[in-house]
């Protein structure tokens, strides 16, 4: 597959999706806690931005999502409407919302009697994963994206696309035994977790031992997913990935001695490891539009 770099920015489109590079794209990276919508141009630069709490309820959250699209469109021609949010996603349809709790939202049939644009909607960390896997020199056959914020998200890429045979898998939710009982990987992995078991948010923490544990708990979860996928390539993203300095060295290094060499795939930070998600959705709808 043929690739271009979008001007001003170290990343690959495809050859087909280069054409559509001709109007703004609004991107909605829905999270645990907060909602971010930006205006993105054809270069998928962000021209501007709101934020919001993300509310409990969908009619407050659809409320506050469409004055903010309101005020970012104003005046712009828009190409599409590209909404990440956390939890399954089945034929764009919400099914199962994670932390949110949302089950059943279909935001596109909602808003398309609003908005009169293309919209598309993905899961969160499959658009990441999308985006960062575009950053890279070389595009793997496979690379994991794992998203460790609220809770832990990943986000399978094939050949720089999101693999649809994949693209409803929940890694974060895959039970393993801690402490002594079963419990899923998010519910001891996840920034939420980190919080409740330390009392302090992962950008307060300093302290070596605890950032072994945190290596510890994230690689159980890694270690059973690589056997099973063999990706080439780990990116680790979200708000606690943006402190994988902290422990990327115990992480890899409790990895090698667990896991077969054959298996060890290359582990990396995000390169936007919080914004990942509004790229994700700006190169998701280029790719949607280009189908």
Not at 128 to 144: D, F, R
Request: aromatic share 8%.
């Amino acid at each position: 597959m043929q690739y271009y770099s979008v001007p001003g920015k170290n990343s690959q489109v495809t050859a087909e999706a280069a054409t559509l590079l001709v109007a703004m794209i609004i991107a909605v990276d829905t999270g645990g806690t907060k909602t971010l919508v930006a205006l993105m141009d054809a270069d998928g630069h962000v021209v501007k931005q709101r934020k919001f709490p993300t509310p409990p309820q969908i009619p407050d959250y659809l409320t506050d999502l469409t004055k903010a699209i309101d005020k970012m469109s104003a005046g712009e021609s828009i190409k599409a409407l590209s909404i990440a949010l956390p939890g399954t996603i089945i034929n764009g349809t919400m099914v199962w919302g994670g932390n949110l709790g949302w089950r059943g939202f279909d935001a596109a049939a909602i808003l398309s009697k609003r908005y009169k644009w293309p919209i598309f909607v993905e899961n969160d960390a499959n658009v990441a994963g999308l985006a960062e896997t575009k950053l890279l020199k070389t595009i793997p056959n496979v690379c994991l994206y794992v998203t460790i914020g609220t809770g832990v998200g990943t986000g399978i890429i094939t050949d720089g696309r999101i693999d649809p045979a994949f693209a409803a898998t929940e890694g974060g939710q895959i039970v393993l035994e801690h402490d002594g009982i079963l419990r899923r990987w998010e519910t001891f992995a996840s920034g939420k977790a980190i919080h409740q078991t330390y009392g302090k948010m992962a950008s307060e923490i300093s302290d070596k031992q605890t950032w072994y544990r945190i290596a510890k708990n994230t690689a159980v979860g890694l270690m059973a997913l690589v056997p099973a996928l063999r990706p080439e390539v780990i990116i680790i993203g979200g708000g606690v990935g943006a402190h994988f300095d902290k422990f990327d060295s115990d992480l890899i290094g409790i990895m090698r001695e667990h896991l077969p060499a054959k298996y060890m795939p290359l582990i990396r930070q995000a390169a936007n490891p919080e914004e990942a998600v509004l790229y994700g959705c700006y190169y998701s709808a280029i790719d949607s539009l280009a189908a």
